[in-house]
């Protein structure tokens, strides 16, 4: 079956410790995604990649860090210079970024919790 | 800047009824795409369905469909006879349209979502 892993579902971490979110894809896609979720504000883009090797910020990159090695994988950091880690991070990917619009398939999300 | 608005946190629908929900968007651009996402209990996003701005027929799926005012930035959602399983967070989303290969990140702009109960 093709899809988007994402693991841990549930992580817990001190606070002043780096974490990384794992995130799999088997789709053949180039471009993925991370996104974090918090109550009452929808999604919002923490990072993104068009190819191997690159990668752009998004909206909330401060305190993250990601790389992309290959293009099935797509880690995301939580460092501790991020000053609200708890949250749910969804991971996605797509076709790459041309007419029409392919659609974002997303992980089934991982839950960090920092105390 | 694309903002997404839904201005109905939570909605309720009686099984077998429709219900419609709500979004509207702001843009300067003239080609873009809009999407409806469902997310369940479980958290994983589940595309609804989708609308290409630059065709007037409203996009249809199922029991799924939109009304799309293109004029008014409108982008709402008919669920008909309503079922349990549609019992979710429905997001509304955004993304431009690429000017050209590799310009755009196709990156998606979602509105704050609508709980939607479905009562049996």
């Known amino acids: 079956d093709g899809g988007i892993t994402q693991s841990p579902k549930y992580l817990f971490r001190k606070e002043g410790q780096n974490v990384t979110l794992s995130c799999e894809q088997n789709l053949n896609h180039d471009a993925m995604y991370w996104y974090r979720q918090d109550p009452g504000q929808g999604l919002r883009l923490i990072y993104y990649s068009q190819i191997v090797n690159d990668f752009q910020k998004g909206d909330i990159a401060e305190g993250y860090s990601v790389s992309r090695e290959k293009k099935e994988s797509f880690p995301l950091t939580v460092t501790s210079a991020q000053k609200n880690p708890t949250a749910f991070y969804l991971c996605a990917s797509s076709r790459r970024a041309e007419k029409p619009a392919y659609e974002q398939y997303f992980g089934p999300g991982t839950r960090l919790t920092v105390t | 800047a694309q903002t997404v608005t839904q201005s109905q946190p939570e909605m309720s629908v009686q099984e077998a009824e429709t219900v419609t929900l709500s979004c509207t968007y702001d843009?300067?651009?003239?080609?873009?795409?809009l999407f409806w996402y469902k997310q369940p209990p479980s958290r994983q996003m589940i595309l609804v369905i989708r609308?290409?701005?630059?065709?007037?027929q409203n996009a249809t799926e199922n029991r799924f469909s939109v009304n799309f005012q293109k004029a008014a930035k409108s982008f709402s959602l008919k669920i008909s006879d309503s079922q349990l399983g549609d019992a979710a967070m429905y997001f509304c989303a955004y993304r431009s349209a690429p000017l050209n290969y590799g310009g755009a990140t196709n990156k998606l702009i979602f509105g704050t979502g609508t709980l939607l109960a479905v009562q049996p």
């Open positions: 843009t300067s651009e003239s080609d873009y795409y």
């Open positions: 609308q290409e701005a630059y065709k007037q």
